[in-house]
């Protein structure tokens, strides 16, 4: 029975090891995409880069309750990101149409990115072909398009504190 239980442990946490394995880490040139954008464009990463510092969030679901902690700490301090020359935008695999709601729902000044397909968490490894929702991850990534910083364990509590300090350690 031992055997038995050290054995399904084992199992249960190799998706979230492979994960990790293929997550871009701090030092690492951001990996490129694009995708739609909840202001109606499509948003190209390569296109943000030399623009200023980027926050690249991923997040489960839009509205609900860790993800609108999460989003709405951001928001309250989002002039303070500004202030640290930072863009912000936050992913998830929810659609458009749901990413305006959030928006509108609780007045968020920030884009969010609709990665209906979960293309950009698996280049991201926060997620694989199961995966019913993302990871909450957070990338910071330099004017240069260089990964400053990677929190794979984000607490949506404190996560615009944590982000604010980063950025604050950073040249702008």
């Keep these: 029975m031992k055997t038995f239980v050290v054995l399904l442990v084992g199992f249960a946490l190799t998706p979230l090891a492979a994960f990790a394995a293929d997550m871009p880490k701090a030092g690492d040139k951001a990996p490129d995409f694009s995708v739609a954008a909840s202001d109606g464009t499509t948003f190209h990463l390569k296109d943000a880069i030399g623009k200023g510092n980027i926050i690249l969030y991923f997040y489960p679901k839009d509205d609900t309750p860790g993800c609108t902690k999460e989003a709405c700490g951001i928001r309250d301090t989002f002039d303070e990101f500004r202030g640290l020359n930072a863009m912000v935008f936050g992913v998830s695999f929810d659609s458009v149409a749901s990413h305006r709601d959030f928006i509108a729902k609780y007045k968020l ?49 404190t996560h615009a504190a944590e982000l604010r300090r980063v950025l604050n350690g950073l040249s702008r």
């Design 109 to 157: 000044p920030f884009v969010l990115l609709a990665d209906t397909e979960k293309s950009v968490a698996k280049l991201y490894g926060v997620a694989d072909d199961s995966s019913k929702v993302a990871s909450r991850v957070t990338f910071v990534i330099d004017k240069t398009g260089k990964i400053v910083f990677v929190d794979p364990k984000v607490n949506p509590a």
